[in-house]
């Protein structure tokens, strides 16, 4: 295993556990209750996507840190563009070539023992045979990218560095928003893509995540390159697990937007 955590295993890791997908989840009557309970009740839901919140980079055209801790992250090139609601400069498109938001100034908070990531990317075709980092913290440490075989990979080290365990799989190259969440809780890596679970990876050695350095960023590994090429939108950090219910809400946020723009369409979508 390089320290990049991309490719050819080298040794450096002991063991390598690879999830295997346990389908679709599909949204059950209580959680559309839930959401349904938006229409009254917005705040208490949106004070639950709050509840061990460390960052939240809208990249809205920039790298601040909405969450209240003051995170801001230094963005480098990026060109604000379009949301998955084909809102203007509510996102940020990375050209591959030296784009990335820096965060290493915040490493100790961004580095917790357990996290969740909830991250909207869309990675533009025709760039296959290339490693496009969403979100990366190295040395060791965790990240979320497209591979070189245009898979979705996510990844933690733990065990002092000794072990890598990882998911991946799909084919996420398609020019289309999607939405991944990657959770660590201390033993098992969860995935979550587009607002249902994709696949899980138990670990051998349960524990902390792994770090050496400060090295995070949005749209590159760390400080190793492996540029994204694509867009990236509302990056979240959280310092423990989130649940189900938690996760498909990051995803369904656009019925948050819905109400709060007076666009129901995509109320649809979740549809009983
Ligand atoms: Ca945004
Ligand atoms: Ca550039």
Redesign the pocket.
């Known amino acids: 295993m390089d320290d990049q955590g991309h490719g050819v295993p080298l040794g450096l890791g002991r063991t390598i556990r690879v999830g295997q997908p346990k389908g679709d989840v599909v949204p059950n009557r209580s959680w559309i209750m839930c959401m349904l309970g938006v229409v009254v009740s917005l705040p208490l839901l949106a004070s639950d996507f709050s509840s061990g919140l460390i960052a939240h980079y809208?990249?809205?055209g920039d790298g601040q840190d909405s969450s209240g801790a003051g995170r801001h992250g230094q963005v480098f090139g990026t060109t604000p563009t379009t949301?998955r609601h084909s809102a203007s400069g509510?996102?940020l498109e990375f050209d591959g070539d030296g784009d990335y938001v820096w965060l290493a100034t915040h490493a100790v908070a961004l580095q917790p023992a357990e996290l969740t990531i909830g991250a909207w990317f869309r990675a533009d075709s025709g760039e296959s045979g290339l490693v496009s980092s969403i979100v990366r913290s190295r040395l060791y440490g965790y990240y979320l990218s497209i591979s070189e075989s245009d898979s979705l990979d996510a990844a933690v080290f733990v065990d002092g560095g000794n072990e890598f365990v990882q998911v991946s799989g799909g084919n996420f190259r398609d020019d289309q928003w999607h939405h991944a969440t990657l959770s660590w809780n201390g033993i098992e890596l969860v995935l979550w893509v587009d607002g249902v679970l994709f696949e899980t990876a138990t670990a051998v050695a349960s524990g902390p995540i792994h770090y050496e350095e400060a090295a995070v960023a949005i749209g590159r590994d760390g400080d190793a390159g492996w540029y994204f090429v694509g867009a990236i939108?509302?990056v979240r950090f959280y310092d423990r697990e989130l649940d189900d219910d938690e996760r498909l809400g990051l995803y369904h946020e656009l019925l948050i937007d819905g109400w709060e723009t007076g666009d129901f369409s995509a109320w649809s979508s979740i549809t009983p």
């Open positions: 809208r990249l809205d949301d509510r996102a939108d509302e």
